[in-house]
C-alpha cells in the first residue's frame, strides 16, 4: 500500500509538472485532450474491474494498460506527417487534426468488431482490450474537439471550451481519483 | 447531410407516445447537450454495476435522460445538425457500455452485432437524411424487466 501511494503521489507530481511546463511554454500538446496517462489509468482501471480480472492475473492488466494508451499513437503518425504545419502554427487549438478516424465513431466500430470476435476466443481479453479503448475514445470525445462521422460528415462537435486550466483540473482529478481505486484494487489481492 | 434525418415510420406509434407526453417534461436546464453527457456519463455506471434492479434503474434514467435531450431542443428551438449527431454518436456509446460486459454470454454476442448494425445504420443515417435505429437499450431494458438478463 505505501509503495502503491508513493508511486501514484509520484506520477501525480510528474503529470503536473509536465503539464505546467508545458503551458508555459505555451506550446501544449495537451490541451486538446486528456493526458495519455490519465486514460490509461482510468481506461485499463474499469476494463479491469468489467471482465472481473483478479491483480494476480498481470497479463490482463498489462494488456489493459497497453489498450488504454495505444490509441494515442495515431497522434505521434500525424506529428511527423504534418510536423511543418505544427511548427508554423502551434499545437493550441489544432490538436484534432492530429486525430485519426480510430478516434471517432469508426472506431467504435472497428473495436467492436475485434471485441465480438475476441469474445468467442477469450471473454476477458476481448473487454481488457476493448473498454479501455472504449473508455479513451469517450474521453477525448467529451474533453476535446471531434468530428465523429468522418469521412462521411466533417462537421465537428465540442462540449467544454478548450482552455487549459479545465483541462489540467479534469486531468489530475481523473489520475487522483483514479490511482486510489488501484490502490484499492491491488490491494485487496492481499 | 443538410438536413435532419426523418424517422422511419416503423416507430410511429413509438414515438407517438413520446410526443403525447413531452409537453409535461420538466426541464432544469435549457441545454440539450447537458442531457445527452448526463446520460453518457451514467452509461459508464453499467460497467461496474450487476445487479438487476440497479441496471433497470440506471437504464431507465438513461433512456429519460436520451429522450429529454431531444425534447429539450425541440421545446426551446435549438435543433441543429450538431445536436443530431451528438445524440446519435453518444446512443452508440451508451450501447457500448451497456452490451459489452455481457459479450461473453450468447444473447450478448447477439446484441454486439446488432450494435454493430446501429452503428451503420448511423452512417446510413449521415448520408441518406433518413433515421434507422433498432431499439436495442429499450429491448434489453425489458429483458431485464421480464428476469431474461444475460448476466
Redesign the interface.
Known amino acids: 500500500l505505501p509503495l502503491g501511494i508513493t508511486l501514484a503521489c509520484k506520477l501525480l507530481i510528474v503529470t503536473c509538472k509536465l503539464l505546467h511546463i508545458l503551458d508555459k511554454n505555451n506550446s501544449s500538446i495537451y490541451n486538446q485532450h486528456m493526458s495519455t496517462p490519465a486514460h490509461i489509468i482510468s481506461g485499463a482501471y474499469?476494463g479491469v474491474?468489467?471482465a472481473h480480472i483478479a491483480p494476480s492475473e498481470t497479463n490482463y492488466i498489462l494488456i489493459a494498460l497497453v489498450s488504454g494508451g495505444i490509441l494515442d499513437l495515431d497522434h505521434v503518425y500525424y506529428f511527423i506527417k504534418d510536423w511543418k504545419y505544427y511548427k508554423e502554427n502551434g499545437f493550441i487549438g489544432k490538436m484534432h487534426r492530429a486525430r485519426s478516424f480510430f478516434h471517432e465513431?469508426i472506431g467504435?466500430?472497428l473495436i467492436?468488431?475485434v471485441?465480438?470476435l475476441l469474445?468467442?476466443y477469450d471473454?476477458k481479453l476481448?473487454?481488457v482490450i476493448?473498454?479501455p479503448y472504449?473508455?479513451h475514445a469517450?474521453e477525448d470525445?467529451?474533453m476535446g474537439k471531434s468530428t465523429?462521422?468522418t469521412p462521411?460528415?466533417k462537421?465537428s462537435?465540442q462540449?467544454v471550451p478548450q482552455n487549459m486550466k479545465l483541462k489540467t483540473i479534469v486531468d489530475i482529478s481523473v489520475i487522483i481519483i483514479f490511482s486510489f481505486l488501484w490502490i484499492l484494487y491491488l490491494n485487496a489481492a492481499k | 447531410m443538410d438536413t435532419l434525418p426523418k424517422r422511419s415510420k416503423v416507430a410511429g406509434p413509438y414515438r407517438y407516445a413520446l410526443n403525447v407526453m413531452e409537453p409535461y417534461l420538466v426541464f432544469p436546464f435549457k441545454n440539450p447537450d447537458v442531457y445527452s453527457i448526463a446520460s453518457l456519463l451514467l452509461s459508464v455506471l453499467f460497467l461496474v454495476f450487476s445487479n438487476r434492479f440497479i441496471l433497470i434503474a440506471l437504464l431507465t434514467v438513461t433512456l429519460i435522460l436520451d429522450w429529454m435531450d431531444g425534447a429539450a431542443a425541440r421545446r426551446f428551438k435549438k435543433t441543429r445538425k450538431e445536436g443530431y449527431l451528438i445524440d446519435v454518436m453518444f446512443d452508440r456509446i451508451s450501447e457500448a457500455f451497456l452490451f459489452a460486459p455481457i459479450i461473453g454470454t450468447p444473447l450478448g454476442k447477439w446484441f454486439a452485432m446488432f450494435y454493430l448494425m446501429n452503428i451503420a445504420f448511423s452512417f446510413y443515417a449521415i448520408i441518406s437524411s433518413k433515421h434507422y435505429v433498432l431499439a436495442l437499450r429499450f429491448i434489453y431494458l425489458l429483458l431485464l424487466v421480464f428476469n431474461l438478463q444475460m448476466r
Open positions: 474499469l474491474i468489467t465513431m467504435f466500430f467492436g468488431a471485441m465480438l469474445s468467442y471473454t476481448s473487454l476493448g473498454i472504449i473508455i469517450t470525445i467529451i465523429p462521422f462521411f460528415d462537421t462537435i462540449f
